[in-house]
Each structure stands twice: as C-alpha cells, then as structure tokens.
C-alpha cells in the first residue's frame, strides 16, 4: 500500500470532479432522444470517436494483460492479441463504411436488415441479451477484478469496496451523459493514462533497483525475453503465440474490439460517425494508436518487475495481505506502481481508475442500448416513448454495473477473461465476415454459431475449474477444437436452411452498396488491408528497437512505414 500525499489526493478527487461535471453537463441533451444517448445525434468527428475507441480498449486490466503475458513468455508473448490488428484493418477498409452506410442504431438491427422473417426478430432478441448482457457481463467484470487488484495492492482497500466507490462514480456519468458524455470524458481519460503511463515507465526504468535501459535489458531475468518475435526452434512457443493467432484466431474469433466484419462498441462508434469517412478514419486510427503507440510503456514495466519481483511467490511476500484469489502474475504492473513517488502515483492512479472507467461506461452504454433498442423496445413495449427509451437505458446502466460486479469475484485474473471470451467467441469469426458477401448465410447459420461456441466455452472452462477435470486440453487445442466444430456446424446449418427472400436481401445490398458491385475495387482494398498491417507492425517494432538501441534496424522499418503511408493515402480515393 502507499501513501497518498494531499496532492495525490488532490489530483484523484479533481478527476472525480471534472469526470462527473461532464456526465451533468450533457445529461440535457443526452435524454432528449435514445438516438442522442446511444450514438449522440450521428455527428461525432473521426479523432473523437477514434481516441474514444482506443481508450476504451485501454482497460484497467490491460496493462496486467500484457505485463503477465511478458513475464511468462517474453515480449513476443503479445502476439496473441497483436495478431488481431489482421481484424482490425478488415474492418478498416471492408467494412466501415458499410456499417455507417446502413443508418442502424445498433449493429443488432444488422440482423432485421439482412434476414427476413421471425427468426431475423429472434436472432436480434436474442442476441441482445446474449451480448448486451451475459457477454457483456463477463468482459467488465475482467475490468472489475483487475480494478480492484490495483486498489488492493495501491490503497490497500477490499475489493467491495474498490467496486462500490468506482462503480458508483461511473453508473453517474454514464446513465446522465450517455455515448456523448462517454467520448468527451474518453478524450480526457486517454491523455490521463497515456501521459501516466509513459511517465511512470521512465520514472521505473531510472530506479536505483534497476538503474537505467542499458541495465534492465542486459539484466538475467530480462535478457531471455527481449525477442519480439517467437523462437522459431520452440515449436510449442511458435504454435501458441504465432502460428494459432495468425492461422487461426484473427479471422475465426469475435473479442470485444477487435470482431471481424466490425462489432459492438466499435460498430456503435462507426454508426455515431458524421459520415462514411468519419467512420473509416476513426476506426483506421484506433487500429493505429492501438497496436503500435501504446503496448510499449506496458512491456517495458513488465520487464521491470522481473527485476523487482523475479517470481511469482516473490509478489506474494512483499504484498501479504493481498487475497489469496487476487494473487497472479498480471498484478506486478500494480506492484510497480507502489514505487513512485507523491504526485507521480496521484497521476499514474488516476491514469488507472481513468482507463477503469472509460471501458466500463462504454461497456454498459453499449449494452444497455441492445437491451433498449433490441430487446425493450423491440419486444417488450413497442410503443415505447423515447423519454422511456431514456429511462430504461439508465436503469439497464445500473443494473449490468452490479451484476459485473458480482460476478468479478468469480474469476481469477485478466488472462482467465481473455482465454473465456476467445473461446465463447470462437468460431463465430468466418461468419460475420462472410455474412456481408454471403447470400446463403441466415439467422440458424449465426444461432447455431452462438450456441455451439457458447456449449463448448461453457464446457472448457467449468472443466478447468474442477479439482480433477475430466480431460487434459492444452489452450490453443481448446481455441481450435471450438474453431473448427462451431465452424463445421454453422455451415452445415447453412446449407441445410433456406436463405432470406430475395426482397430482403436485395434491399440490404442496395442499401449498403447503393448501385455499385460489392466487389468494386476489391484489388485496391486487399492492397490498403496489407499496407496498413505491414505500417503498423513496422511502427511497433521500430519503436521497439529504438528502446532496445539497435538504431539501423529501428530506421529501416521507420522508413517502411513511411512508404506504406504514402502509397495508402495515394490509393485512398480509390478505397473510400
């Protein structure tokens, strides 16, 4: 635990202030309509949807995330979720545009549009509820639980308590001020964490304990882990952290912000877009800050605590009173954090708690509107007055904060969420990307997805749970195992049932590609797709080695993404 000075104190409560000043302050035009509260009036600018998308991501078990995954596999332990920048730029350039294109408030109004009949109205109900809620629920509580790890190890508070006062603040600003109040406080909440971030990093690597660059990473913990990509020679390593990210996971699993075909709150941020471009840009530049500005500061803390703490028992000794269920590699970010000094703790924590509540508002602002639009109001009161609309949008906030509170004492750490949502998401991948091209695809092929993904979830995770469980599967075997039985079975599913007529679907298209073939410029799309990968990779690794000190590899791969730069904007025109 630390001591706040006054000015710590001073720096969290003014962040309280402001944060809650933003949610009063557009809570007037937010209740007008649940067109203002759920996509703020269609008129949002890219930057402010873009930084809005990137905080959000910035979660407060992120950097837990990514510190453990360091501390068991190296750096390149990371390419289980930077290979999901493959997702990421499909959307970009495929499908932005199209979601903004469809004039929906939801993305589960895609469903009403594409498929005909009352299994297009179930499909929709349906999965309200399955990712507005019980999806939903998992995912903040992951935030939850790593929230209340940081409290316990910096404030020494219980995790009641960490969640009641956070959640309390939170459920305010994002029930008043709607998606509006959640993107302006994002903006204030991004800077907050990356200047802390950044500073905290600088501040760390310059510790007596570890003294300077040049020591953490000639240092004997450290020296083994500094490879950014896998070791060839380790076939295991390769398989895990390469091979099955790249082969398999980025195309065939949905994960909240990075869905293949677009999704969730990134499909809510593209449709609050003022237009195509604001929605392609905005999503262009959240892959962008994403991948390649922010994992760094992350990494590097997380090679710092193998200095500091070289094992896991060693943060057990040093934090006594931490709780047994709280105990993991992902929380030495935290243990890091107790070495600041006054002031530059008061920044980090509120950097911290900003990153905790930028994705909890979006998270229950985002499930609360299916549950509104695609549930209440769909099914239950049709007739609903957007006043009620409004109301029911608050009371659902409130109501998915508790329940993701409760269940993140069932849940052990950040890494236990990532794998949960991979595999409840396995397999569902192909389909959302296909459904857009795909005649054939209707609501049995994606009801058949949801349910054998979500069995097959269910059924890995409650038998990792048991004492003796009843088989022994290693964790990339499990993704594909769901991946291809969840796949098999919705294509089977597809090609047994009829598609939609053929009013619908000719409606969908013209709406969506107006008169033009869906495959125009298909060419200049897949050449954008790559040059945005390879420009991207190459800013994150030449940020890398410009840490590492090998300056002619860093300027070579600088200059790489330049050139993906110059020829992405001069095909621009054609891909917009």
Same mark, same amino acid.
């Given at each position: ?14 962040f309280? @202030? ?33 930084v ?15 510190t453990?995954?360091?501390?068991k596999?190296?750096v390149?332990?990371?390419? &289980?979720?930077w ?9 970009v ?5 199209l979601?903004?294109?469809?004039g929906i408030?939801?993305?589960l109004?895609?469903?009403? $549009?594409?498929?005909?009949g ?14 507005? /809620? ?8 992951g ?17 009641q ?36 971030s ?10 007596p ?12 913990n &450290? ?10 020679s ?16 980025w195309?065939?699993t949905?994960y ?6 677009g ?7 593209m ?9 392609t840009?905005?999503t ?8 390649a ?7 590097? +803390?997380?090679?710092?605590? $193998? /200095?500091i ?14 709780? !047994?269920?709280?105990q ?10 107790t070495?600041l000094?006054?002031? $530059? ?9 900003a ?18 639009n ?8 049709k ?14 906030? &409130?109501?998915?904060?508790i ?6 004492f ?20 192909l ?12 609501p #049995? ?5 949801? +349910? ?6 269910? @059924? ?7 004492d003796?469980?009843?088989?022994? $599967? ?8 769901g991946? +291809? ?15 939609s ?7 969908? !298209? ?18 954008a ?11 994150l690794?030449?940020?890398? #080695? ?12 600088? /200059? ?13 025109k054609? @891909?917009?």
């Open positions: 635990m630390v001591n706040l000075s006054g000015l710590d104190i001073g720096i969290i409560i003014t309280f @202030i402001i944060t809650l000043f933003i949610g009063v302050w557009v809570s007037k035009q937010a209740g007008k309509s649940s067109a203002e509260f759920f996509l703020s009036g269609r008129n949002m600018p890219w930057w402010l949807l873009g809005s998308m990137v905080a959000t991501t910035f979660a407060a078990d992120t950097p837990g995330l990514v453990e995954l360091v501390r596999n190296g390149s332990g990371n390419w &289980v979720w290979a999901m920048l493959l997702t990421g730029m499909l959307t350039f495929f499908y932005a545009k979601w903004r294109k469809s408030s939801t993305d109004e895609f469903y009403e $549009l594409r498929y005909s009352k299994s297009a109205s179930f499909l929709r109900g349906f999965r309200a509820i399955y990712l507005g /809620v019980i999806f939903n629920i998992i995912t903040m509580a935030v939850c639980l790593a929230g209340a790890k940081i409290a316990n190890i910096l404030l020494g508070i219980s995790q308590e960490a969640l009641l006062y956070s959640s309390i603040v939170v459920v305010i600003y994002s029930s008043l001020g709607g998606l509006k109040g959640v993107l302006i406080t994002d903006f204030l909440q991004f800077i907050i964490a990356m200047v802390g950044v500073w905290a990093t600088v501040y760390i690597v310059n510790l304990e570890i003294g300077g660059m040049q020591n953490l990473l000639t240092h004997e &450290v020296a083994g882990k500094l490879n950014i990509l896998p070791d060839f380790n076939s295991e390593a390769l398989i895990t952290l390469f091979i099955i990210p790249f082969a398999v996971q195309w065939s949905w909240p912000g990075a869905e293949p075909g999704g969730g709150y990134i499909a809510q941020r449709l609050a877009a003022k237009d195509e471009k604001n929605a840009w905005a262009l530049f959240f892959n962008f800050a994403h991948y500005l922010r994992p760094w500061p992350w990494i590097v +803390v997380g090679l710092a605590s $193998l /200095v703490f070289p094992s896991l028992e060693s943060i057990n000794t040093a934090f006594p009173n931490l709780n !047994e269920d709280m993991g590699h992902d929380v030495a970010y935290a243990a890091m954090m070495y000094p006054a002031g $530059l703790i008061g920044i980090v924590l509120t950097s911290l708690i990153a905790f509540m930028s994705t909890i508002s979006t998270q229950l602002n985002w499930g609360s509107s299916y549950i509104v695609d549930f209440y109001g769909r099914f239950i009161n007739t609903a007055s957007e006043k009620q609309k409004v109301s029911m949008g608050r009371i659902s906030t &409130v109501l998915l904060m329940c993701a509170a409760l269940f993140s069932y849940i052990k750490s950040a890494k236990d969420v990532f794998d949960l949502l991979l595999q409840i998401g396995a397999g569902t991948g389909l959302f990307i296909m459904r857009w091209f795909w005649k054939r695809i209707n #049995y092929s994606e009801i058949a997805a949801m +349910v054998i993904s979500f069995i097959i979830a269910v @059924i890995f995770f409650i038998n990792g749970k048991l003796t469980p009843w088989f022994q $599967l290693e964790g990339y075997m499990q993704l594909v195992f991946v +291809v039985v969840t796949t098999v079975g919705w294509i089977i599913v597809t090609l047994l049932t009829k598609q007529d053929s009013e619908t679907l000719e409606k969908f !298209e013209h709406l969506v590609y107006g008169n033009e073939s869906k495959f125009k410029n298909i060419g200049y799309k897949i050449l797709f790559f040059l945005g990968v390879i420009g991207t990779y190459s800013v690794f030449a940020t890398g #080695y410009f840490i590492y000190g090998k300056t002619m590899l860093a300027l070579g791969l600088t /200059v790489l993404a330049v050139i993906c730069c110059l020829l992405l904007i001069n095909n621009w054609k @891909i917009a």
